[in-house]
Each structure stands twice: as structure tokens, then as C-alpha cells.
């Protein structure tokens, strides 16, 4: 069963999120928007609009059809300097 845009783009939004390590408290900063507005976006309850997409779109540095396609195309487009590092993990012997 394919997911809705609507659920596509709540998908992709929790991935750029990991990706980058946002909080939905720092997403919602960078669009003019509460946390709780975002919270209820994600978790369904409101929708994201277009307007919304765009913001989203311009916040990751990726183009808003990237932000579309789902959780994968965007993640690709992420600018390198966007993403969050993690630590290098010592091998054990």
C-alpha cells in the first residue's frame, strides 16, 4: 500500500529531522512556526501547506519536489553540510 503525500511528507520531514538533528523546537524557530504546531503537523492532526512545504524545502536546502518525493530523494539532495556527523566509532579488538 503506497502512503498518502500527506503521509510521504510527514515521513520525509521525521528523516530530515534525524538527518540533521533537528528538534521540532528548532524546525519550528526556522519557520515562524511553535512547536506544537509543528507536533500536531507530524503527527497528523494538522496538515503542512504548501506554503509550509516551501519553508521546509528552503530550511533543508533542498529543492520543494526533492521535500515530495519522500523520505529517500530527499535525504540524497541534503547538502553535506546540513547533515548531522556522528562520532567515529572505535573498533574493538
Known amino acids: 500500500m503506497?502512503?498518502?503525500?500527506?503521509e510521504k511528507l510527514r515521513a520525509?520531514?521525521?528523516a530530515l529531522m534525524h538527518a540533521t538533528g533537528d528538534t521540532q523546537a528548532r524546525l519550528a524557530a526556522a519557520?515562524?512556526?511553535?512547536q506544537t504546531?509543528?507536533?500536531?503537523?507530524?503527527?497528523?492532526?494538522?496538515?503542512?501547506?504548501l506554503d509550509d512545504c516551501d519553508r521546509l524545502?528552503?530550511?533543508y536546502g533542498i529543492g520543494a519536489l526533492d521535500l515530495l518525493?519522500?523520505?529517500t530523494r530527499a535525504c540524497e539532495r541534503l547538502p553535506l553540510a546540513r547533515r548531522r556527523?556522528?562520532?567515529a566509532?572505535?573498533?574493538t579488538a
Do not use: I, N, Y
Open 12 to 14: 520525509t520531514v521525521a
Open 57 to 59: 524545502a528552503a530550511h
Open 89 to 91: 566509532q572505535e573498533a
Open 31 to 34: 519557520l515562524g512556526l511553535d
Open 85 to 87: 556527523t556522528f562520532p
Open 37 to 49: 504546531q509543528v507536533s500536531r503537523r507530524q503527527s497528523g492532526r494538522a496538515a503542512w501547506s
Open 2 to 6: 503506497e502512503l498518502s503525500l500527506a
Open 69 to 71: 518525493a519522500g523520505p
